[in-house]
């Protein structure tokens, strides 16, 4: 089975400051990897996914993340964090489960508050 | 742009009492799941669903808990007799395919609380 760790259940960042989320992986088979957002009282929100191929990935709001594969890590992050930033993040890795179906298993979680 | 959507959006119910949460998954997707989110825990698999039957469920998915696609839009989840620790956030998902590397498209959720 595969798994994510998700360092820091909250992390606190001045607006303008550098977002840097953590998660690490593992995982038996090459791994597919998302970043997902949820805001108060919201659903997930999909941030950005790794498959194959080019290993920094951009996603939505200015957020990317880079899949190291020595480092079994995914971190998130953005250049310059916004108020509107303020959410819970996950990290997930997509599992195949028997028939051949998707399985997501998530991260922890960790919140996000921006300090204006 | 096409949503999954669920009702109700909180929901208290009595233990012992049954509670059927409701989804409807984004119209031309085959492959339908429920996940749930304890309050300040992860975000666990529940089950997946693709042409009317169950294709894998988790060990939280026991006898109480049932899902059904009874039309073509809706697909729900039953607990037939709830337990105070069913409190949870529930959200329903879909994806077009079964593949890992396609995105499940998730609800905004259903928050249950047991009294």
């Known amino acids: 089975a595969q798994s994510v760790t998700q360092l820091g259940s909250h992390v606190s960042v001045s607006e303008g400051a550098l977002v840097l989320l953590r998660c690490n992986y593992s995982?038996?088979?090459?791994?597919?990897l998302f970043w997902y957002v949820q805001y108060p009282n919201q659903g997930l929100q999909l941030l950005l996914k790794y498959t194959t191929g080019a290993t920094l990935v951009k996603g939505i709001n200015g957020f990317e993340a880079e899949f190291k594969k020595s480092e079994t890590s995914f971190h998130l992050t953005k250049p310059s964090a916004h108020m509107s930033d303020a959410a819970e993040y996950f990290c997930?890795?997509?599992?195949?489960?028997?028939?051949?179906?998707?399985?997501?298993?998530f991260g922890t979680g960790t919140k996000l508050q921006v300090i204006p | 742009e096409p949503e999954v959507t669920q009702t109700p959006s909180h929901q208290v119910t009595q233990m012992g009492q049954e509670v059927i949460l409701r989804c409807v998954p984004i119209?031309?997707?085959?492959?339908f799941y429920w996940y749930r989110q304890i309050l300040g825990q992860k975000v666990e698999f529940l089950v997946s669903?693709?042409?009317?039957?169950?294709?894998?469920k988790s060990e939280i998915f026991d006898d109480q808990f049932s899902v059904e696609r009874p039309d073509g839009s809706n697909f729900t989840l039953k607990i037939r007799s709830t337990k105070l620790e069913d409190s949870a956030m529930y959200f329903c998902a879909s994806s077009e395919e079964g593949q890992r590397n396609t995105e499940a498209f998730f609800g905004q959720g259903t928050r249950l609380t047991v009294v």
């Open positions: 995982s038996s088979v090459p791994p597919y």
């Open positions: 119209s031309n997707h085959l492959y």
């Open positions: 997930a890795v997509s599992d195949k489960i028997a028939g051949g179906y998707q399985k997501v298993t």
């Open positions: 669903f693709y042409n009317n039957e169950i294709s894998e």
